[in-house]
């Protein structure tokens, strides 16, 4: 626990966990929320990963990634939960076979989903398209695509290679993709042929 | 802020054909190409229709997921939070 709120270089730790970890508290609960698509189950994972991160403010290096430093103990934090509720994570980390699928994918998606993918009103949809795609996938997508995390970021907070967050968010965008193009064709705004409104 | 331009490995002689350019495309639009990889791409992507529909369509795409992101904590979230630090001790 972080018993002296000063640091050896002066600054009060303290003041600099207020100023660089809670700032990224709405960030941190996104990304909680991506994990566990729960919204209890993500507080409780925010609120451990913010003890963790009190209690072990020590070892993080002011000038280094806040937000990365968090991502990887949230990430800890719902492994552990999980495994806790003896419920076991499968991790596909073969991209080639998810490639050559969504490939075959493409045309029919970008038909259907490229008249209605600026809609202002899209936003729930893709949420809910996000939370649907498998973890392995979704994890990557939502550091990379909503918290804006290089590919050595996300791999660092996943624990994996740059290749595999490569591959997994290829996959996971693929997957996103035909999972609006479904919703775009029930919902009414285009026909399965792909056209919009009856007209493109 | 996306830092990395990692396993930006090639050959800066290579011809980017259309193939070549939508394996990248991703790769591009998320900033982590070299510069110099970066311009090779996009210069066959500007001269090609086909990989210029593809990469306006994947460009939209991910501008459309970032526009979508959930809003932040809940102030209750906030609260619970700022309690359980006070009684670890942190002041701030």
């Known amino acids: 626990m972080m018993t002296d709120s000063t640091t050896a270089q002066g600054h009060d730790a303290h003041a600099d966990f207020s100023e660089l970890a809670l700032t990224a508290l709405d960030d941190v609960y996104r990304f909680a929320r991506s994990l566990t698509r729960d919204e209890a189950d993500a507080e409780d994972v925010v609120q451990e990963t913010y003890l963790r991160a009190f209690r072990s403010w020590h070892t993080f290096q002011v000038g280094t990634d806040v937000r990365r430093w968090l991502f990887t103990i949230a990430r800890n ?124 | 802020m996306k830092e990395s331009m990692s396993q930006d490995t090639h050959d800066p002689h290579d011809v980017v054909d259309c193939r070549s350019a939508m394996d990248r495309l991703f790769e591009m639009l998320d900033g982590e190409l070299t510069p110099e990889r970066e311009r090779q791409v996009r210069a066959h992507i500007v001269g090609c229709p086909g990989c210029f529909a593809h990469a306006d369509f994947e460009e939209r795409f991910l501008k459309a997921v970032r526009a979508a992101r959930l809003s932040g904590a809940s102030a209750s979230l906030r609260e619970r939070v700022l309690s359980s630090l006070r009684a670890q001790g942190w002041t701030g």
């Open chain 1, 77 to 200: 934090v719902f492994l552990r939960s999980r495994e806790r509720g003896r419920r076991e994570v499968t991790l596909d980390d073969d991209g080639s076979e998810a490639v050559d699928a969504a490939q075959a994918a493409e045309a029919w998606v970008m038909r259907g989903l490229g008249p209605i993918i600026d809609r202002a009103d899209l936003g729930p949809a893709i949420n809910r398209a996000l939370e649907g795609i498998p973890s392995t996938y979704r994890d990557a997508v939502v550091l990379v695509d909503v918290e804006d995390q290089s590919y050595e970021g996300a791999a660092e907070v996943l624990g994996i290679p740059v290749g595999t967050v490569r591959s997994r968010l290829f996959r996971g965008r693929k997957l996103l993709q035909e999972r609006l193009a479904v919703y775009a064709q029930d919902a009414g705004f285009t026909t399965p042929a792909g056209t919009s409104g009856g007209s493109e």
